[in-house]
């Protein structure tokens, strides 16, 4: 190793990164406003919050069975429309299926765009326009699955092995019948594994979709939080924990056995 190389050489410039990155944090805290002194002072507000948060009320658990259940439901029932619908748009988003690349960069063009939508806009959008309700929550989850998912799926069908679709070409095989026969066999198990881990990542969103009225628990733990029941809040988002923990375990377990 040459002398340049060695740490104790080039300590100036480890010296000069970490005064950089100092003159952004104290940059970014004289653009926010950020006053840290303010945390310290209220302490004792934050004693009083954990001194209930820590003392859940188990009490209040049976009334978050329903809630819990229509979460999920939710969360399945978005999942599947937005897989649904993702599979003939990540094939028609690329050039494997169409061998048309206009066609393909305009889809892909309509999925970035779509993927640039925050989960909690997009359902503070949906409640604007069709109101409260499970049922928004279930569009908001499917519109944001749809835009995941097209993305995995049509990266996974550009890197298929381009040999059976040669084949099919060559006994007179259309389109469709090239993706289906030729395409689907070399990418089910990744599409299974993705729409698992859709359903894995919607859980999670789907709790909190509720702080915009989109149904489900969080429309609990929003007004606990409102009405400072925080040894509600405690339960609710244990509940949520243990739920979203299982809930991990059986996608992850299911994603293995498709590998």
Not at 100 to 123: E, Q
Not at 179 to 186: L, R
Not at 237 to 252: A, C, G, P, W
Request: charged fraction near 10%.
């Amino acid at each position: 190793m040459k002398l340049k190389e060695t740490v104790h050489f080039n300590w100036y410039k480890h010296l000069l990164l970490l005064l950089f990155l100092l003159l952004c944090f104290q940059g970014s805290v004289w653009i926010t406003g950020a006053d840290f002194s303010k945390v310290i002072s209220n302490s004792s507000q934050m004693t009083a919050f954990l001194s209930r948060f820590i003392h859940p009320d188990f009490g209040y658990l049976p009334r978050l069975i329903s809630p819990m259940l229509k979460t999920l439901a939710m969360s399945l029932l978005g999942t599947v429309l937005g897989v649904v619908l993702a599979i003939p748009v990540s094939f028609a988003a690329t050039t494997v299926a169409t061998d048309n690349r206009l066609i393909s960069t305009i889809i892909r063009f309509f999925l970035g765009l779509v993927r640039t939508i925050p989960t909690l806009l997009l359902a503070a959008l949906f409640v604007a326009i069709f109101g409260i309700g499970e049922a928004t929550g279930v569009l908001t989850i499917a519109v944001f699955t749809f835009g995941m998912v097209s993305q995995l799926m049509f990266q996974v069908i550009e890197t298929i092995d381009f040999g059976p679709l040669e084949a099919a070409a060559a006994v007179g095989a259309n389109k469709i019948q090239t993706a289906v026969w030729s395409v689907v066999p070399q990418v089910i198990n990744q599409f299974i594994g993705y729409a698992f881990y859709a359903f894995e990542v919607n859980v999670r969103a789907s709790t909190i979709l509720g702080y915009v009225g989109a149904g489900g628990i969080g429309v609990i733990l929003n007004s606990s939080l409102a009405l400072l029941k925080y040894e509600r809040v405690s339960i609710i988002i244990l509940t949520i924990l243990v739920t979203v923990t299982i809930v991990d375990k059986l996608s992850e377990r299911v994603r293995r056995s498709f590998k």
